[in-house]
C-alpha cells in the first residue's frame, strides 16, 4: 500500500487562488492581519508581470505554500489524492516509494511542499495546486489530474500567473511592496524558522527574555519549553533532538554530557545589532544568533560563522544588500546598543591617535576570544607596547561602566598606559571615525569600526579577524585565512548568521527593519526589572569607587 501523508495545499470550496501562493506563516501571537504579506487581487485587477529572473528567485529561496511546514518524507513519487497518476508511471514504482498526499483541509497539521518535491522523479497533481506549483521551480517532472504531462512552459506561464495575482505589502510598515521584496522576506523568515527544527528543549534563558526566545526559537508549529538542564537533556535524549542553551547559564558539565549522551547542543547569544539597552540591564534581545557547531566568540573551535564566513558563495545580489546595509547602519550612527549621544572630545593636533576599547573581564568573549590575554589591564598594557608615541584613549565597557560586571580599572591603572579616559561622554563610533586607529582584544567595536572604513588592530580573535581585513596581532586561526571583502563579512554577520525580532510587530525581522526600529527609537517599554536593575547597578559603582578612594 502507498503511504500517505498530511499536508495543507491550495485549494477547498473557493478553488486554488482563494489563497496566494506567497503568504505569512501563522507566526503564534501575532495576528494574520498584522503578519500579512500578501492578499489576492480582485478578479477584475490586472495581474502583476513576472519575469523568469523574479520565477528563478522563488525557486532559490523555496519559498510559496506552507513552507514554514514541517518536513514530509521523501518519495519517487507523489500523488495528491484525486488525481489520476498514469500507468506506466504507478509500475514504474513500488507502494513503497509512493506518497499519496490529501487534499487541503483533509489530514493533520501543515508539511512543507518543497521538502515532498524535493526528492521526487515526477509528481501529479492539478496543475493549480501548490504541489504542482513547486513542482515546477524544482524542475520535477508534472502530470495533471488527468494523468497528462505537463509542459514546462505552460506550468511557468501558471506560476507567474498566479504569483501576479496578488497584492504584497510589507507587514512591518503596512506599506506595498513589489514581489522581488516580498521574496527576501519570505526567505529570511524561510531561513529564521527552519533554523530552529529539531530544537526540543531550552535551557538557561533568563526569565525577562523568554518571551523574546519564544518568538525566535518557533519552528513553523511550535517553541520548545524552557527546562533545567537535565530535564533538557533527558528531553531531547528521548526525543532525538537538540537543546538550545545560553552557554554562560548552564553548567559547564551540561555540554560535557550532551557531548557523552551524543544530544546535539545548539547555543544562543546576542547578535550584533542588539537592542536599545544593555543586556545587563534586562533589556530583552532584539537579536539572538543560534549556533550549531559552536559560537562565534569562541575561536578554539569552528562556529556556524565562522563556517560561513570561510565557504559561503557570497552572491552578487548578497553582497550588495549588505553594502546597503552597512551604508544605513552607519548613516543612521546605529551601534550594538543603539545610537550615540554625547559631545565628541578634543583630540592634540599632530599627534597619531589610538582608541582602546576595554571589555568584561571575565566575559565568554574574553576568556575564548582574547588569545591568552588577562583582561582589560593587559590588554592596555599590550596597546601601549604596540603603540608607544600614540595619545591613547581608553574607552571602558558599558557594562563595565554602569556597575554590571567586572574589569573596572582605577584611574591610576588606566592613566599608566593610557593618556586620557573616555567614560562614556563622547559618540563612540564619531570617536572611532576620529581617530587614527583602534585596538580592541575582542570587541564588537572593532567590527563596527571596520564597517565605518576604519583601521582595526586585534590582540586577540574575534570572528572578523583572520579574513585580511584587520592587523592581528595574536596567532592566527588555521581555519581562516580566505580573503574576504568587507561587505562579505557584513552578509554573514548580519545577515545570513542572526535573527532579529522587530520590537514593534513583534514579527521576525531582517536587519534592514532592526536598523530602522533602532534609529527611531522603538524599543519594547521598561519595566521594574530594568529600574531595579539600573538601580544594582549604580549602587555596586559606587562601592567601587567608595573603596578606591579609602585606600588611595
Keep these: 500500500m502507498s503511504r500517505m501523508v498530511a499536508v495543507q495545499g491550495a485549494g477547498g470550496v473557493r478553488g486554488p487562488e482563494a489563497i496566494a501562493f506567497l503568504r505569512s506563516p501563522p507566526f503564534p501571537g501575532i495576528s494574520a492581519s498584522r503578519a500579512a504579506i500578501s492578499r489576492m487581487a480582485d478578479a477584475d485587477d490586472p495581474r502583476q508581470p513576472i519575469s523568469d529572473d523574479l520565477i528563478d528567485a522563488l525557486a532559490a529561496a523555496r519559498v510559496g505554500g506552507s513552507f514554514w511546514g514541517r518536513k514530509g518524507e521523501t518519495a519517487s513519487l507523489v500523488v495528491r489524492d484525486g488525481a489520476k497518476a498514469p500507468a506506466d508511471l504507478m509500475a514504474r514504482y513500488s507502494p513503497a516509494h509512493v506518497i499519496h498526499v490529501p487534499r487541503a483541509g483533509q489530514g493533520r497539521g501543515q508539511i512543507d511542499p518543497w521538502s515532498l518535491v524535493a526528492g521526487a522523479k515526477a509528481v501529479c497533481a492539478p496543475i493549480e495546486d501548490e504541489l504542482a506549483l513547486v513542482a515546477g521551480l524544482s524542475g520535477v517532472p508534472l502530470f495533471d489530474a488527468a494523468g497528462v504531462a505537463v509542459d514546462p512552459v505552460r506550468l511557468r506561464a501558471v506560476i507567474a500567473d498566479r504569483i501576479g495575482a496578488a497584492h504584497y505589502r510589507d507587514p512591518f510598515s503596512g506599506e506595498a511592496i513589489d514581489v522581488a521584496d516580498a521574496i527576501v522576506l519570505l526567505a529570511d523568515w524561510r531561513r529564521h524558522i527552519h533554523g530552529n527544527r529539531g530544537i526540543v528543549a531550552a535551557s538557561g534563558m533568563a526569565f ?36 538550545a542553551i545560553w552557554p554562560s547559564r548552564v553548567p559547564g558539565s551540561t555540554v560535557d554530557e550532551a557531548v557523552s549522551r551524543a544530544i546535539p547542543i545548539a547555543r544562543v547569544e546576542d547578535g550584533f545589532l542588539r537592542s536599545r539597552g544593555l543586556g545587563a540591564g534586562l533589556h530583552p534581545p532584539g537579536s539572538v544568533v543560534v549556533d550549531r557547531s559552536g559560537i562565534y566568540y569562541n575561536a578554539r573551535q569552528p562556529s556556524d560563522l565562522e563556517t560561513l564566513l570561510a565557504t559561503h558563495d557570497f552572491s552578487p545580489a548578497l553582497v550588495e544588500r549588505a553594502r546597503q546595509l552597512r551604508a544605513r547602519v552607519c548613516a543612521t550612527g546605529v551601534t550594538k546598543y543603539g545610537q550615540d549621544g554625547g559631545q565628541m572630545m578634543d583630540l592634540p593636533a599632530g599627534r597619531r591617535t589610538v582608541l582602546a576599547i576595554g571589555q568584561v573581564d571575565d566575559d565568554e568573549s574574553v576568556r575564548l576570544g582574547g588569545a591568552g590575554l588577562d583582561g582589560n589591564l593587559d590588554f592596555l598594557t599590550r596597546v601601549r607596547r604596540a603603540e608607544p608615541d600614540a595619545w ?4 571602558p565597557h558599558p557594562d563595565v561602566q554602569a556597575g554590571h560586571r567586572k574589569g573596572h ?15 562614556g561622554a563622547a559618540p563612540l563610533m564619531e570617536l ?44 592566527p586561526v588555521a581555519r581562516r585565512g580566505r580573503q574576504l571583502s568587507l561587505d562579505q563579512l557584513v552578509a554573514a554577520a548580519l545577515i545570513l548568521y542572526p535573527r532579529y525580532l522587530d520590537p514593534v510587530s513583534r514579527l521576525p525581522c531582517g536587519p534592514e527593519i532592526m536598523v530602522e526600529r533602532m534609529a527611531e527609537g522603538s524599543a519594547p517599554k521598561g519595566n521594574w526589572l530594568i529600574r531595579l536593575r539600573a538601580l544594582q547597578g549604580k549602587l555596586r559603582r559606587f562601592m567601587t569607587l567608595s573603596a578606591e578612594y579609602l585606600h588611595g
Excluded at 585596538?439 to 583601521?455: D, N, W, Y
Design 208 to 243: 525577562w527574555k523568554r518571551e523574546a526566545i519564544t518568538h525566535f526559537l518557533w519552528d513553523g508549529e511550535k517553541s520548545p519549553p524552557f527546562l533545567s538542564p537535565s530535564l533538557a537533556l533527558h528531553r531531547a535524549g528521548h526525543g532525538k533532538g537538540t537543546v
Design 432 to 475: 572611532v571615525q576620529a581617530v587614527d586607529e583602534v585596538h580592541v582584544l575582542s570587541s564588537l567595536t572593532g567590527f563596527e569600526a571596520l564597517m565605518r572604513g576604519c583601521r582595526v588592530t586585534v590582540h586577540g580573535m574575534p570572528f572578523y579577524a583572520g579574513w585580511g581585513l584587520t592587523r592581528d596581532l595574536a596567532k
Design 392 to 395: 591613547i584613549i581608553y574607552r
Design 409 to 423: 580599572l582605577s584611574d591610576a591603572q588606566v592613566l599608566a598606559h593610557a593618556d586620557v579616559i573616555d567614560r
